[in-house]
């Protein structure tokens, strides 16, 4: 799948997913996908951990607390350290945002469909998941992205055109 043809193909998925397991050279790839994105200053700042147990992604979904994300076979959740954004200092919400997004893109390019989660894992759901995950206290999940096959049909939201959001040379 072209690059342009996975971005227009992405939908935030938050239905059903089927059970079909998630074969772990397509996590392996979906995870290279968040490795290799860029990272401010280059300080690779987000760690990754690629749920493709069923049990283990059900246990993040109970911890989210959405009975859709139970059905889900896989689920990737994003790690950072609380860094605070200074001038000159951590860029770790650009990083994780930039990786969350080229692990959207491979998940759609392989027929997948999930979604990013990240407000609404604050506090307690993340907590729980860093308990389910083992991560270090150094470290906080911040985005949980559950997906597999998807069984419905994504919708896709409005959006205004590109001429009502981009121009050449000049705003007009």
């Known amino acids: 799948m072209e690059v342009l043809e996975a971005i227009r193909g992405r939908r935030s ?18 995870l ?14 987000t ?26 076979p896989a689920a990737v959740v994003l790690l950072s350290k609380p860094y605070p954004k200074t001038p000159g200092g951590s860029r770790h919400v650009e990083d994780f945002a930039a990786a969350a997004e080229n692990i959207l893109l491979a998940i759609t390019a392989k ?10 894992i604050c506090g307690e759901p993340a907590s729980r998941m860093a308990e389910i995950l083992h991560v270090p206290e ?3 999940p911040v ?8 069984v419905q049909e994504a919708s896709k939201p409005p959006k205004m055109s590109f001429e009502e959001r981009a121009w050449f040379n000049r705003c007009p």
């Open 111 to 120: 027929g997948y469909a999930g979604v990013w989660i990240e407000g609404q």
């Open 32 to 45: 290279e996908a968040g490795v290799l994105a860029p990272s401010g200053c280059n300080l690779q700042t």
């Open 47 to 72: 760690r990754f951990v690629g749920v493709d147990d069923p049990a283990i992604a059900h246990k993040l979904a109970e911890a989210y607390g959405k009975p859709w994300a139970a059905t889900a």
């Open 13 to 30: 998925y938050r239905k059903e997913f089927s059970p079909t397991p998630v074969p772990r050279e397509d996590m392996q790839e979906i």
């Open 138 to 140: 150094d470290l906080q």
């Open 143 to 150: 985005i949980y992205i559950p997906f597999g096959r998807p």
